[in-house]
């Protein structure tokens, strides 16, 4: 059974930075791409980043490409998204995800919604002037 669990949201003042985590289950986050995604209220659902813990592969959305980083522990089988300098624009709910088939994220050019289909349950993002 596919679970993922979000933590780390809150509100935090614009320039500063947060650290979400995605704790996956196990078989999941060793076969599957898993990603980020966040929706802002009246906002079509944008993928953010994604990692394949099975082979390293990441991909990251040329909107936050040198601000967040997306990281993988095997260890502790959770995603995590570092999130610097964050904007206003940022504020948002974000979302982990794993893909709806086996395999890495290397076949991706783009994150669509469409591909994934296990969500968590998201965790707010809010982020201050």
């Known amino acids: 059974q596919t679970q993922l669990v979000e933590s780390g949201g809150g509100p935090v003042q614009a320039g500063g930075s947060l650290r979400l985590s995605c704790r996956v289950s196990e078989w999941t986050f060793r076969n599957k791409c898993l990603a980020w995604f966040r929706q802002a209220p009246g906002k079509q659902r944008e993928g953010v980043a994604a990692i394949a813990p099975g082979d390293g592969g990441t991909l990251t959305a040329d909107s936050v490409r040198g601000r967040f980083t997306i990281s993988a522990d095997n260890a502790e089988t959770t995603m995590y998204l570092q999130m610097n300098n964050l904007k206003p624009e940022d504020t948002a709910m974000y979302y982990c995800?794993?893909?709806?088939?086996?395999?890495?994220?290397?076949?991706?050019?783009?994150?669509?919604?469409?591909?994934?289909?296990?969500w968590g349950q998201g965790t707010q993002v809010t982020v201050s002037s």
């Open positions: 995800a794993a893909r709806r088939i086996i395999g890495y994220c290397s076949t991706l050019s783009t994150l669509l919604e469409s591909d994934f289909g296990y």
